[in-house]
């Protein structure tokens, strides 16, 4: 079992920036493969971004290229969504997921998720 605890959200202008976090506890060593995924009111999920903590190899949504960036904490774990240059459209609740094998971008299983922690971005 993984425990995933997603922070950092909140209201913030166009242009602006947010850092998202995501706390992971329990068996973090199974579970390598890691994203960050939103939903916006009346749309599906969608994926941001991927990272594979054991070699470092990300995979972005098109429509956050350039723009945001996923990294992991020196200790594994804590895993991080750096946003700039924010748009109305990032608006969303964004979600931590975790699953056991890297590679195959958001179509991957993701086993484990959080609650969730909402942005809003006003133009």
Not at 67 to 96: H, V
């Amino acid at each position: 079992q993984v425990q995933l605890v997603e922070s950092g959200g909140g209201s913030v202008q166009a242009g602006g920036s947010l850092r998202l976090s995501c706390a992971a506890s329990g068996n973090t060593y199974s579970n390598v493969y890691m994203g960050w995924f939103r939903q916006a009111p009346g749309k599906e999920r969608e994926g941001v971004a991927t990272i594979c903590t054991l070699g470092g190899g990300t995979v972005y949504a098109d429509s956050v290229k350039g723009r945001f960036t996923i990294s992991q904490g020196s200790a594994e774990k804590t895993l991080y969504l750096q946003m700039n240059s924010l748009k109305s459209e990032d608006s969303a609740m964004y979600y931590c997921a975790a699953g056991p094998f890297c590679g195959g971008g958001f179509t991957q299983e993701f086993r484990y998720w959080g609650q969730g922690t909402q942005v809003i971005v006003s133009s």
